[in-house]
């Protein structure tokens, strides 16, 4: 059972627009969401973070937007730019020291 | 900077053969997690490690250990490997289970895993 899903496994953006990726969660428990980036054939990158006492954080073009009634987040790249395309993952952490990941969603910024 | 150290990157095994995979957290990082991503999913928490001793179990096999050694790095030992075993394994590293805010992790390169 995902308990944390990315149901867009693919995006494209013209750059310079918004780019808005999307993760829905189910259990309420969580405490921390997490955004990663991942290029091929290197590890997740941690982007940033949002704690659930929150609903939004901004750190220079990204922006994380919590919504706790629909257990819902997503993450807003503006401008988007042709270095953001890559695969992004969502992640929740319960507290535990470990993330559940959703399936990612891959991004694809045409120039 | 220092990152995570993953070895090897690319691993090829027979069906029952034995796998070590290796991990080498950032400085001074004392906690170590390994995940497994099957193709096209998500990546999976097998096990993780605080100051070399377990600190929590996901969805590891039997087949597999893992244990912390003194210098913090960690392996991950897989046997009887079957043919379902094939994925990137990541292990990621962080400054502990104490303190407040998100638990970032670092992640490494990962290291592919083809079971033939």
């Known amino acids: 059972d995902q308990q944390v899903k990315q149901n867009s496994p693919s995006l494209s953006v013209q750059e310079g627009r918004i780019s808005i990726l999307n993760c829905d969660y189910t259990n309420s428990m969580f405490d921390y969401f997490l955004w990663y980036k991942k290029y091929p054939a290197e590890g997740p990158t941690f982007l940033i973070s949002?704690?659930?006492?929150?609903d939004k954080n901004e750190d220079g073009r990204f922006t994380v937007f919590l919504n706790k009634s629909a257990k819902h987040l997503s993450l807003h790249i503006v401008p988007s730019q042709p270095g953001d395309s890559a695969v992004y993952f969502c992640?929740?952490?319960?507290?535990?020291?470990?993330?559940?990941f959703g399936t990612g969603t891959r991004l694809k910024v045409l120039a | 900077a220092a990152g995570v150290i993953q070895s090897p990157r690319h691993l090829i095994k027979e069906k029952r053969e034995t796998a070590t995979l290796k991990c080498y957290p950032i400085?001074?990082?004392?906690?170590v997690y390994w995940y497994q991503q099957g193709p096209g999913q998500d990546p999976q928490f097998l096990i993780s490690?605080?100051?070399?001793?377990?600190?929590d179990k996901g969805s590891i096999p039997d087949r597999f250990s893992a244990q912390q050694f003194s210098d913090y790095h960690s392996e991950l030992n897989m046997s009887s490997l079957e043919l379902g075993d094939s994925a990137l394994y990541f292990c990621?590293?962080?400054?502990?289970?104490?303190?407040?805010?998100?638990?970032?992790?670092?992640f490494g390169a990962g290291s592919r895993l083809t079971v033939l």
């Open positions: 992640a929740a952490d319960s507290g535990t020291y470990k993330y559940i």
């Open positions: 990621a590293s962080s400054d502990g289970l104490a303190g407040s805010g998100a638990n970032v992790l670092t």
């Open positions: 400085p001074r990082h004392d906690t």
């Open positions: 490690f605080y100051e070399k001793m377990q600190s």
């Open positions: 949002i704690s659930s006492i929150k």
